[in-house]
């Protein structure tokens, strides 16, 4: 279903949604005349799990547009919301405001330190002893450098993980991350690439400080937005673009072997269009709860039990 059904504003992109309580959701994305004209400001709409409700705006910085947010319910039950304002990525200031209501009311935005924006699209992860691993990169025209900053503080203060090693034609942004283990013994990021245009892949053995050398996967994506999410059966579920141009189709793929190999299961849009920048989360009844870009113009939420793609 579409979040809104007549366009509020000429533009959408980049959603984010997260679930607040048993089938209630969260949803927010940025909104104005086109991606980076200065009226563009962060909404949020509410699903009450029959029916979304009009949009508020959460986010506006005067004279500069706002870009990806991002919502995130932490263990200790701090509901967060980050996003970005400035005329470009180089240019961005982040933003962070938290919620101890369920998105009800809101702390003033705060800026984030110099060149820290929390996760700058995907969700982050909450590793079991508590620390947040937010995926986050630096982009400027000729350079794009995934990085993950970790938070031992429910999102008070950061560290930054080492800048991944990435070649220089490749240049990534934009992590989404999953753990490997019981005990989260290793933290694996997916990233969006210029070239080639495949996802490719990091790894940590040490809780998010440093990673390996970022490879290509078998993963085809045109760089654009990707996210994962780890079902309580173990699957992971891969929400991308499956090729290396058009962002269409919009996809599903799943593995089952904790992100070694990958099967594409289902297309959620595949006609012509845009279809993109999508999020995913796993309900607590375990279904699979996506927003993404619909041709610009809408946010549509969709929702898959995954048990349907059970061999």
Not at 301 to 307: G, I, K, L, S, Y
Request: hydrophobic letters at 35%; one cysteine or more; proline letters at 7%.
């Amino acid at each position: 279903m579409f979040i809104f059904d007549k366009p509020i504003t000429p533009g959408c992109h980049a959603s984010t949604v997260v679930e607040i309580a048993d089938g209630k959701l969260l949803a927010a994305w940025f909104g104005g005349k086109d991606e980076g004209a200065k009226d563009v400001q962060i909404y949020l709409a509410r699903f009450d799990g029959k029916a979304w409700f009009a949009p508020e705006i959460v986010g506006t910085e005067p004279g500069q547009p706002t870009w990806n947010p991002v919502l995130f319910k932490s263990a200790k039950g701090t509901l967060h919301l980050w996003y970005k304002a400035g005329p470009s990525p180089e240019r961005w200031t982040g933003f962070h405001r938290t919620s101890a209501d369920d998105g009800k009311t809101w702390t003033k935005p705060a800026m984030m330190p110099a060149g820290f924006f929390g996760p700058v699209r995907a969700k982050p992860i909450q590793l079991t002893d508590g620390t947040i691993l937010a995926g986050t990169s630096l982009e400027s025209h000729r350079n794009w450098t995934p990085f993950v900053d970790r938070s031992t503080d429910d999102g008070a203060t950061w560290t930054r993980s080492s800048a991944f090693h990435v070649p220089e034609k490749f240049g990534q942004i934009q992590p989404t991350l999953f753990t490997v283990g019981a005990k989260d013994e290793t933290v694996v990021a997916l990233m969006r690439s210029r070239d080639p245009r495949k996802v490719c892949k990091a790894t940590s053995a040490d809780g998010g400080k440093t990673f390996t050398h970022a490879e290509p996967t078998e993963l085809l994506n045109p760089s654009a937005g990707i996210d994962v999410a780890r079902t309580a059966a173990g699957e992971l579920f891969l929400i991308y673009n499956p090729t290396a141009m058009l962002r269409t189709p919009l996809s599903l793929a799943r593995s089952t072997d904790d992100g070694k190999t990958w099967a594409k299961v289902d297309d959620l849009e595949k006609e012509p269009g845009e279809f993109s920048y999508p999020a995913i989360v796993v309900s607590k009844a375990g279904m699979l709860e996506m927003t993404y870009t619909w041709n610009r113009t809408h946010i549509k939420h969709e929702t898959r039990d995954p048990a349907k793609y059970a061999r």
